[in-house]
């Protein structure tokens, strides 16, 4: 049974520049410039323009286009990111799509994971299925997951996403890589660990450990392969 504290929640709109305090809504859009004071727990929040958060996010959906900087963590069953995310904090949810640039100090852990840019993340990256597509740098300590892959795409971003995405060198960073299904391509990695285990080009590999499968693109180094 729904809460009295739940059905008395109102809609948090904000048009232009505003500042509003954090706390239980129904809906949250923000089209503009807002600051956000506090923790946020709603169905929807959608975020256009920019937005500073002063506290964590719990939501069905966060959907954001533009720019969102802040402090807390981000729990949703669907996360979009259209631009760019920066959180002193970790995300976790069902589905996660970045199309554009995610920036975490904490872990990053859903069922999906699908990214079509870059990311900076100073913890896990973990999910049943994983899908990168490098358009700029991504880092993160460990990978964990049932289906890894990871592809260089000629994709270019159009539009502000032009302006707002760090332009590197396109390639995925990690001290560990481990799943069942591992494909990657334009890698630098430590261990990279699972049952299936393909190196594409453009890959640096210390150590590879693999059980059934390994195959390596001629113009990649892996400098220790063991089957386990």
């Excluded at 996360?79 to 904490?106: C, F, H, P, Q, Y």
């Excluded at 994971?113 to 896990?124: E, R, T, Y």
């Excluded at 740098?137 to 990871?150: L, M, P, Q």
């Amino acid at each position: 049974m729904e809460s009295k504290q739940e059905a008395v929640r109102g809609d948090l709109t904000i048009n232009g520049t505003g500042r509003a305090a954090g706390g239980w809504y129904r809906y949250v859009n923000v089209d503009g410039i807002a600051t956000v004071d506090g923790s946020v727990k709603c169905e929807t929040i959608r975020v256009n323009g920019i937005t500073k958060m002063k506290g964590g996010i719990e939501a069905d959906r966060l959907d954001v286009n533009g720019i969102m900087n802040g402090h807390g963590d981000i729990a949703a069953n669907t996360i979009a990111i259209d631009g760019k995310v920066r959180m002193s904090g970790s995300v976790a949810g069902d589905e996660i799509r970045v199309n554009g640039w995610l920036k975490l100090t904490g872990d990053c852990e859903a069922e999906k994971v699908i990214v079509h840019g870059g990311f900076d993340l100073n913890g896990l990256l973990n999910a049943g299925h994983i899908e990168i597509g490098l358009q700029a740098r991504c880092r993160v300590n460990e990978i964990g997951g049932t289906s890894i892959k990871v592809k260089r795409t000629n994709k270019r971003w159009i539009g502000p996403l032009r302006y707002l995405i760090p332009m590197i060198v396109p390639q995925l960073e990690a001290k560990l890589i481990e799943g069942d299904d591992v494909t990657l391509e334009s890698t630098s990695a430590g261990v990279v660990r699972g049952r299936s285990v393909v190196i594409g080009p453009g890959c640096t590999i210390s150590r590879v450990e693999y059980k059934t499968e390994l195959k390596v693109d001629a113009s990649s180094t892996v400098r220790e392969r063991v089957q386990i």
